[in-house]
Nanobody, 124 residues
Framework: QVQLVESGGGLVQAGGSLRLSCAAS????????MGWFRQAPGKEREFVAA????????YYADSVKGRFTISRDNAKNTVYLQMNSLKPEDTAVYYC?????????????????WGQGTQVTVSS
């Protein structure tokens, strides 16, 4: 079992930056791919970014490419999402998730564990 807790959300002006963290507890965290998803008011949850178990492969939604960076520190059981050049349309609750196959995917249903989410609000 893996338990995930997100932190680092908050209110930021457009063009600013935030770094989200997702702390994991449980066995064999390093063997899991990790992903970030978000859900804006009135919209479905959407894929943001994913990283393989080794950190060697990363994947991004087109909407965040060039602005967001996903990374992980397996020694700290933590995955990060560095968000730069934030836009009001990035406003959402951000969730981290763990995928036991270790590869990472944009398909939310393939993830086994989910955090509670952290709110990111970008003001114009």
């Amino acid at each position: 079992q893996v338990q995930l807790v997100e932190s680092g959300g908050g209110l930021v002006q457009a063009g600013g930056s935030l770094r989200l963290s997702c702390a994991a507890s449980g066995r064999t965290f390093s063997s899991y791919a990790m992903g970030w998803f978000r859900q804006a008011p009135g919209k479905e949850r959407e894929f943001v970014a994913a990283i393989s178990w080794s950190g060697g492969s990363t994947y991004y939604a087109d909407s965040v490419k060039g602005r967001f960076t996903i990374s992980r520190d397996n020694a700290k059981n933590t995955v990060y999402l560095q968000m730069n050049s934030l836009k009001p349309e990035d406003t959402a609750v951000y969730y981290c998730a763990a995928d036991s196959d270790g590869l990472g995917t944009e398909l939310g249903y393939e993830y086994d564990y989910w955090g509670q989410g952290t709110q990111v609000t970008v003001s114009s």
